[in-house]
């Protein structure tokens, strides 16, 4: 069964640090997503992707954050210089369509910052 | 800005009872999901309902979205020990690309 996968499963760097995200979504899904989840709160959305660019970002999602698909496959989300709350576990997920259609999430990256 | 407030978020009931959780919002939606998580792992899709008024059935879950796609209830029927987790609903926000999530609701079923 197709699945989301993403890597590393756990990512530690030191503030102020770059990281790069990694996943690889459902091979024929279109929509692409990241989210993240602070330990013990709740999922919050940070961008949706499609057609190589992003269709809606949340507040959280600023400057210090980018996504891509650099090659068709991968998606990537960017912290540019991370900060001790961007620790969270953070989610990738994908979709065929929009709106009626189910997300899939990978099994999500666990980012600490020190 | 949207919320999807999900309730209860803990409930203790004995094996063989039933449950219901519910998620309420201002907002309209797409579609709604529900979602099961396990401890540090990703959520696990259980159903995605588009259609106000719709009821899907999964086993002894139930799964109803409201007329006004504003809210929905997820009910359990003779939960069991294997229910317990932690359960979320997430909607796609009518008109744009964003999904919100619930807070999660959390059952523990004693055997």
């Known amino acids: 069964e197709p699945e989301v996968t993403q890597t590393p499963s756990h990512q530690v760097t030191q503030m102020g640090q770059e990281v790069i995200l990694r996943c690889v979504p459902i091979s024929n899904h279109l929509y692409f997503y990241w989210y993240r989840q602070i330990l013990g709160q709740k999922v919050e959305f940070l961008v949706s992707?499609?057609?190589?660019?992003?269709?809606?970002k949340s507040e959280i999602f600023d400057d210090q954050f980018s996504v891509e698909r650099p090659d068709g496959s991968n998606f990537t989300l960017k912290i540019r210089s991370t900060k001790l709350e961007d620790s969270a576990m953070y989610f990738c997920?994908?979709?065929?369509?929009?709106?009626?259609?189910?997300?899939?999430f990978g099994p999500g990256t666990r980012l600490t910052v020190l | 800005t949207q919320l999807l407030e999900q309730s209860p978020q803990f409930l203790s009931i004995q094996e063989g009872e039933n449950l219901t959780v519910y998620c309420n919002s201002s907002?309209?939606?797409?579609?709604l999901q529900w979602y099961r998580q396990e401890p540090g792992e990703g959520p696990v899709l259980l159903v995605t309902v588009v259609t106000g008024g719709e009821v899907k059935k999964l086993k002894r879950l139930t799964f109803q979205f409201g007329d006004a796609r504003k809210d929905s209830s997820l009910h359990i029927t003779a939960a069991q020990p294997g229910d317990t987790g932690l359960y979320l609903c997430?909607?796609?926000?009518?008109?744009?690309?964003?999904?919100?999530f619930g807070a999660g609701t959390r059952p523990f079923v004693k055997a």
């Open positions: 997430a909607g796609y926000v009518a008109g744009g690309f964003k999904t919100i």
């Open positions: 997920a994908s979709s065929q369509g929009a709106r009626g259609n189910e997300q899939f």
């Open positions: 907002s309209v939606f797409s579609s």
């Open positions: 992707f499609y057609n190589n660019e992003i269709s809606e």
